[in-house]
């Protein structure tokens, strides 16, 4: 340990050992009362960082506001870095259109961002946003949409577009009000495009939603929510990317929807007239209220499409519910016409497999009921998550 607090203000950077070379330079300040404390604080004074930085695994780092990574940046992380909030309204990490995120950890060393708090709970702190440059149907062509949190742009039309990696990475305690008002998931995906890499993540213990996709057309596997208190996979303005291996953890009374699934925003209009028609495969969805739980498995509006494959849900009073609740757009005419299909499902402590509105039936949207396994997650999730049964 050094008796030193390392600073990083308006240029944040790399400090390392002297027989290593020195990629750029920090700001050192002696702390007061000399005691030993290798922390760095990661938020600028502006807000913004503007340089390429790395942070390294034995050096703890803390987030004391919001943070947003610019375009043109990269932000690297080693596998094992722990990245620790301050409590706020305002605490978050977002990477802009054009940055990236290299957060590529291992299963045996994970990238954990978490509460500074010494009794953590849900809403600590914000979570990790992702914008990026892949469509979105709240607005069409190169137009961008702006994010709830932030108020920064997202959505254009580069379905490819790469915001970088998120492997092995826990985001835990999320989910705090930004601005004083809006809630932060634990992973924010706005508008990301599907030459970014999300595998192996997990949200533990949030005050909204896990994992949500703002469109977009980015695949993301291996993903495990844990007892968030909203929806824990959500999807709306037009995501079209593919979900394999999700596990999704509802503690007794905890959470609101396991999937909810909206075709898009309806607070906003469906410009580009495209509707979320996402591929899901392999999913597990338990809940610990059993068939007690009022909440669905998947709820599916707005118009929403998908395709789902390979499902298991235990516990819940109804597993999936298809609503009209957009009178012109009516999500259970995709089940008529085939954009909206369930094959391989198994319900388990289910008092109704599923509710349709509309005149469309239970053997016209599930077929192989009984067949679905669900995820291996007890395999992927081994060493790396927390609070899996």
């Given at each position: 340990m050094r008796n030193k607090i390392l600073i990083l203000s308006i240029v944040i950077a790399l400090f390392t050992s002297c027989e290593r070379d020195t990629t750029s330079e920090i700001v050192i300040n002696i702390n007061q009362e000399g005691t030993s404390n290798d922390t760095v604080n990661l938020t600028p004074t502006t807000g913004t960082i503007t340089?390429?930085?790395?942070?390294?695994?034995?050096?703890?780092?803390?987030?004391?506001?919001?943070?947003?990574?610019?375009?043109?940046?990269t932000l690297t992380i080693e596998p094992g870095t722990i990245i620790k909030a301050e409590a706020g309204p305002?605490?978050?990490?977002?990477?802009?259109?054009?940055?990236?995120?290299?957060?590529?950890?291992?299963?045996?060393?994970?990238?954990i961002f978490t509460s500074n708090s010494t009794a953590p709970s849900a809403g600590d702190w914000g979570g990790i946003i992702l914008l990026g440059r892949a469509p979105v149907n709240s607005v069409t062509g190169t137009s961008t949409a702006t994010s709830e949190i932030g108020n920064l742009p997202y959505g254009g039309n580069v379905t490819d577009d790469n915001s970088g990696i998120l492997r092995y990475v826990r985001v835990q305690y999320s989910g705090g009000a930004a601005d004083g008002q809006s809630e932060n998931n634990g992973f924010s995906f706005y508008g990301v495009g599907n030459g970014t890499t999300i595998e192996y993540i997990q949200a533990f213990e949030g005050?909204?939603?896990?994992?949500?996709?703002?469109?977009?057309?980015?695949?993301?596997?291996?993903?495990?929510?844990?007892?968030?208190?909203?929806?824990?996979?959500?999807?709306?303005?037009?995501?079209?990317?593919?979900?394999?291996?999700?596990?999704?953890?509802?503690?007794?009374?905890?959470?609101?929807?396991?999937?909810?699934?909206?075709?898009f925003?309806?607070?906003?209009?469906?410009?580009?007239?495209?509707?979320?028609?996402?591929?899901?495969?392999?999913?597990?969805?338990?809940?610990?209220?059993?068939?007690?739980?009022?909440?669905?498995?998947?709820?599916?509006?707005?118009?929403?499409?998908?395709?789902?494959?390979?499902?298991?849900?235990?516990?819940?009073n109804t597993g999936i519910s298809v609503d009209d609740d957009e009178a012109s757009t009516p999500t259970s005419q995709n089940v008529t016409d085939g954009t909206l299909t369930f094959t391989d499902v198994t319900f388990t402590d289910v008092t109704s497999n599923t509710s349709i509105d509309g005149t469309a039936t239970e053997a016209d949207l599930v077929s192989g009921i009984g067949n679905g396994t669900g995820t291996d997650v007890a395999s992927w999730g081994a060493g790396w998550t927390v609070g899996i049964n």
């Open positions: 340089e390429d930085i790395t942070l390294e695994a034995d050096i703890e780092y803390m987030l004391t506001g919001a943070t947003i990574v610019s375009s043109g940046v305002n605490v978050y990490l977002a990477i802009e259109q054009g940055a990236q995120i290299i957060a590529d950890g291992t299963a045996s060393n994970p990238i005050a909204d939603d896990g994992v949500e996709f703002f469109g977009g057309t980015v695949n993301a596997s291996f993903v495990a929510v844990v007892n968030a208190q909203d929806d824990s996979i959500d999807w709306t303005e037009g995501y079209s990317g593919t979900l394999s291996n999700a596990y999704v953890l509802q503690g007794n009374g905890v959470g609101d929807e396991a999937f909810e699934c909206d075709g925003n309806t607070d906003f209009t469906n410009a580009s007239g495209a509707f979320s028609n996402p591929t899901v495969n392999n999913v597990t969805i338990e809940s610990e209220s059993g068939s007690n739980d009022s909440t669905r498995g998947f709820l599916l509006r707005a118009g929403t499409q998908g395709t789902f494959t390979n499902i298991l849900i235990v516990g819940k």
